[in-house]
């Protein structure tokens, strides 16, 4: 269905921009998992607006409340209701946008597709439908990483043109390297310019977008399905329904077509006492099964498409308008997008995961 | 399902390289369709190997039988059972296979994720199970055609590193552009070149990949959901389901990061009296929902696993050990799968066309 | 998924007795359908506690607010969220529960599945899940009437062992006659007599079970699909999914296997210058598919579990122990359950009419 | 979707009365199960026509092939393919049905659903779809057999009005009991009686009906799910998918809505040294989720549709006409269909464990 996710795990998003709130509902949360709203606001917060002075100035405390299936502190294997109240509701300065489709927005394909759209701030295609998915990859990351020490972590790699260097990351970055910086590039020097390049753009009431790569380490050898639900089918669909994605590569990617077989291959050997491949040009997804090597991929984000610049577009008569961006958003989304993205790998492996596993009981967590 | 893809119009493909054949079962096909098995053919034909001297000289006539379904030449909203035998079972060119991991295969992953795996040919994990998808979608792009006139065209753009120069392409080509080289790029020079470096590599036991790109034109506005079954997302999905892929990118792609906001939105106009975009950054999706714009999107090939040389390895328990390639494969695998790309595109815009147009009698097809 | 229902017409339910309040997710619904929370809280207020003095004397307002999916009082086509808040929580009520095992309640099956329930008042096994259930079949029922003119009504045919005279309806019950009296038994006399019984065995602490029986006319010919899907199969699904639910049965029914062929075949005859049946043994289904009659089914339900005796049970270590029931409870749950039939038989119809239609824009909703 | 069934144990039925055969396919079936196709035969032997002198004298031999999924007699975890082909194919018998809709079948709603009906033998919506369900029930009642020890027993309990005695059961019957008489009753007396009803009725061309009991037995504790897929829901809906059925009841059924609350509650008490309840009005099933003890459901069928006398009917074009039965058609399907309600019954039970316990090697099946 449009707004759920995942089979087993599955989430269902709901709410919009400008109304009473964002919910989410997580159904087939496994019971007795040890969960707390501090831990799941940490990740909210962490994609929340007004956070750095590179993101949007708008305010909103993004506060998750628990309005079910938690009990004395742990889950109950029933579905967990969760609510983020919306707070910062200036609908005054989307007024324009009813009479007329922004450019490389959803507002033509919404209103040719229902015959009618909330206009205040994009209503549901806002980004701020993603609140649900972060509170939810908060549970599946948390359940992952006590039954199998899974780790996430995605990070950017490109701002518009600056780059962070091949071969600048040696292991695995920490959470703390990620988050040292506004833009969230582990890389200090290359978080540096791309700052100074998104405050540039800014100026100039433009935008940029950006890469992020994500790794994921201690997955179990055996998550995915054969054919249709392959692992990286499955994280190329999250990832492609998060907003202002346009692209997705695995492993080599498409550099990976620049290499000939005898290049590409990952050839085994056993290491650590267990099958390894010498090289991770598959990403740690072969046949569409995850092999135990590090998962690596990579989201292309275009540049936001509000800009604070006049232009052309169309009113819902079909006439030549202009229209002038106005309102608080982020000249690059991307570095807001890093925890989505890690959200959204959460759930694809959880699901899959309980696929191998079982629905209930099937997880034994440490007591808290 | 992992064996199922689709929601309305949904097929289930089943069978093994080396077993009886391959089927597939289409389910929630309109009713009143006109088909016969010659038209399923002339798509599988594109897929055969043994079709071009680029491709492997296996000889496989795959042909498709009509066992349920059709009812005097036409559809009758009934599942619709499709089967191909195999002909060509040498599997004990396979032999080896059965003892060792194959670098870079599915062996290694179904082996520890099943505890069992069928070795001939890699059994379900062989690409012939894209048999059953492109005879489904045979049916799905001629349901789109009759209905909406829409058409699906897929083309190499690069094999290794020989790339068709920008813009070379002015018009949508033609079927007959394609079909014109066995690499099936509709670029007669840049076609050559890439013949000539599938044969160069071949020669050296070794393999190459490519890129495909797809246009899709006169497809309606409207198809696609917010959040989560965007239209990108599922065509993601579906082409990162396809075997030796390791990425997907739409419109703009990973180059759209490159722009700023200002160069890379889609300004909307009048034209040919309806809302259009100036340019088509957005790859003809907007919010998730089709624009009426041209699809246009692109998927990476990493280069055939299947080489004939060397290669080390390990065996089922473990030690170490050297496999070499033998049997008869493609050194380049995506000449024959541009077809398998339209019709895996061709069933993600069926399915949503049919969610906006309900399941049964929702088409109506002019007479045959 | 297991608090999901429906495919493209999808409800998703959450929340518990005693906790913050009940929700429901309301994913599919067509846009621009006019709707107020007035008219879905008509319907909640027939199935909330108190309303008679034959339900139990709990005080619930249950007061339903819509929190998402509806823009100037019409449905935009994305997610309806929708919450009742819990008001009347004296879980000190239910300490005991805690402790051990009420009969033919889900205390035992629950714990032994999840490990854990939240024993106030049932947690999510509490009837008061059916809240959202009605809140979204206010909306089915609104679509359907609006688009074909569909009307449910459903009544009680008995209680304990008082039952309605066959023959005693000659026409499809007006709402009204339901609503006349607490019992919502169209025949008055039966009626009186049921409350007699009701009040009879709630003094002595006991309590009793009946039968709902649920008519649906001006139901368009196609509606169900053949083989699994089959509309009587939906709808079994859908009543034995409501709490306290022991049986059902479509058109003759279990009687209907004391005729012959010859008897119970529904002969078809030209009548109101269109195909009709001359009987309704097949309670307007055939092949699975709706032929245009009156859809009539059954519904049985057990007597409450909740008791004011001592019962015979086992506590959580399994040790012998008696339990007695305290707190506010139906002695017969069955005139509050007809709210809740009629609803998931408007879940079922319209999400095959959606079938049969499509998801978006596909019914004209007459201006407001 | 209409042609598939279960979720994670999930089949897709195929194939039409007079088309090549009948094929279903099994997706999910764990991997290292040791099958046979004499082992599904053996089932099929049990659905298939001219069995004994109370059957139609239809031939067919129904013969099983496995034509994917099992590799070295063990299924592989991908999916199965099976096929029946139709060999008695005198559809010349059938040419009147196409003409006029036969009263009580499913022309009519599939002529008016699909515009286009296969009228051979019924088509689709013939019971030889129910092979499929039989030939994969085979498989799901073998791997809870191993895994679980879990037994299914169907017998009928009543033809036309000849039902047995109550208490005639004192034991769970044996297969050797059931399969003792062409009716399928553990009761020899009574099934003496039903076998002579039947061939009383068939002498007239007429035909009855009747009712079917299934037990199942060394169900573990917690299968099912909370609120919408209940156990008793899903055996409602499987029950209510097969054709002629029109009523299930589970544990004390309709008849459980004559007692009062102190009568028809479970009580617990510890015996075995495990909870079990007392009494079983609760067939085995308490908020939808097992609690070990047997499962107990009825299922109801209409007496056979097709009779071999005149009935009053309409032409295509909505004439009245006159219909007259022929072909050769069982005067009661119900012996038949006994293998039909285990085989259902085993899908949902199959479906709901492996929800429990993971997909793939969640069973353990001992060496063959």
């Not at 092999?291 to 990579?298: H, L, Y």
Request: charged letters at 25%.
């Amino acid at each position: 269905m449009p707004n759920s996710f995942g089979h087993l795990f599955r989430i269902t998003t709901w709410g919009e921009s400008h109304g009473p709130g964002i919910g989410v509902v997580i159904d087939g949360c496994p019971p007795l998992l040890p969960i707390t709203a501090e831990e799941i606001q940490a990740e909210l917060d962490r994609r929340r607006p007004g956070q750095s002075d590179i993101t949007t100035p708008r305010k909103e405390a993004d506060v998750v409340e628990i309005l079910s299936g938690v009990y004395e502190g742990k889950t109950t294997g029933t579905p967990i209701g969760l609510f983020v109240r919306n707070t910062d509701q200036r609908s005054s300065a989307y007024n324009e946008m009813k009479a007329a489709f922004r450019p490389s927005h959803a507002d033509f394909t919404y209103q040719s597709k229902f015959g009618v759209r909330d206009p205040n701030g994009g209503g549901r295609s806002s980004a701020r439908e993603t609140i649900g998915r972060v509170a939810a990859g908060a549970l599946a990351k948390k359940i992952l990483a006590l039954a199998n020490g899974v780790e996430f972590r995605a990070y950017i790699t490109r701002v518009h043109d600056i780059a962070m260097p091949a071969g600048a990351l040696t292991e695995f970055p920490t959470l703390e390297q990620v988050e040292a910086t506004a833009v969230r590039c582990p890389h200090p020097a290359t978080a540096e310019a791309m700052i100074a390049r998104i405050k540039d753009v800014r100026s100039n009431g433009d935008s940029v977008g950006g890469v992020i790569e994500c790794r994921i380490r201690n997955v179990p050898v055996g998550l995915g399905e054969p054919v249709f639900d392959r692992l990286e089918a499955d994280l190329a669909k999250a990832m492609l329904s998060l907003p202002a994605t346009k692209g997705f590569e695995i492993g080599s990617g498409f550099g990976g077509s620049l290499l000939k077989g005898s290049e590409h291959n990952d050839l085994f050997e056993k290491r650590d006492g267990r099958v390894r491949t010498v090289t991770n040009n598959s990403g740690g997804v072969q046949g569409g099964i995850s092999n135990g090597e590090e998962i690596v991929f990579r989201v292309a984000f275009k540049p936001t498409a509000t800009i604070l610049q006049p232009q052309q577009t169309v009113d819902l008569q079909g006439n030549a308008t202009e229209l002038m961006g106005k309102g608080r958003h982020d000249p690059c989304v991307v570095p807001r997008a890093v925890v989505i993205v890690e959200a959204m790998a959460a759930l694809v492996l959880l699901d899959h995961a309980m696929r191998q596993a079982g629905q209930n009981r099937a997880f034994e967590f440490p007591a808290k």
